[in-house]
């Protein structure tokens, strides 16, 4: 699948696009992502992130479940129509535990708002690892994923490089 290549979590980071229509959501989940060592791209509206994702589409998408126009699930609804994102994980977030309930089989993942930039990118890591299949364990998978993520992080830069 052209979408999950299977390239080296140390090759490069993993992509998240995150769909929020509050700013202050958008800014804490891509403060907190990117410091676990994720490449964050952000759109204040689902179709700004159908456009992106369909353009150029990331390793996983975090959507809020209720915002104007369209919501998270329609999004991830038309994202599964289209062959090019069909497979891509959508981790929703929610303050509704009725969208929870309504939604779970729909989504990788369904957490209730407010959740922890880590709790979401544990969940992220989760979602990356099924889409990508083989795993046994995919839990544990996805923890050995951030650990490797978070020491390319922490890295001290190469001789000759620069930050």
Do not use: H, W
Not at 75 to 96: E, I, S
Not at 134 to 153: T, W
């Amino acid at each position: 699948m052209a979408i999950l290549k299977k390239q080296s979590d140390e090759a490069r980071s993993l992509v998240v696009l995150i769909v929020d229509d509050d700013p202050d959501t958008v800014e804490m989940y891509s403060l907190g992502l990117a410091f676990q060592g994720f490449t964050v791209r952000a759109a204040a509206e689902a179709e700004g992130a159908l456009a992106d994702a369909l353009a150029n589409p990331p390793d996983c998408i975090v959507a809020d479940m209720r915002m104007p126009r369209m919501s998270g699930l329609e999004l991830r609804r038309r994202l599964a129509a289209d062959p090019r994102c069909a497979a891509l994980p959508v981790v929703a977030v929610t303050g509704l535990a009725s969208d929870a309930r309504e939604s779970d089989s729909e989504f990788s993942a369904v957490l209730m708002k407010p959740c922890t930039p880590e709790a979401l990118g544990q969940a992220i890591a989760i979602a990356i690892v099924q889409a990508r299949g083989g795993e046994r364990n995919p839990p544990l998978a996805a923890a050995k994923m951030l650990k490797r993520m978070a020491r390319r992080r922490l890295a001290p830069p190469t001789a000759g490089a620069s930050r």
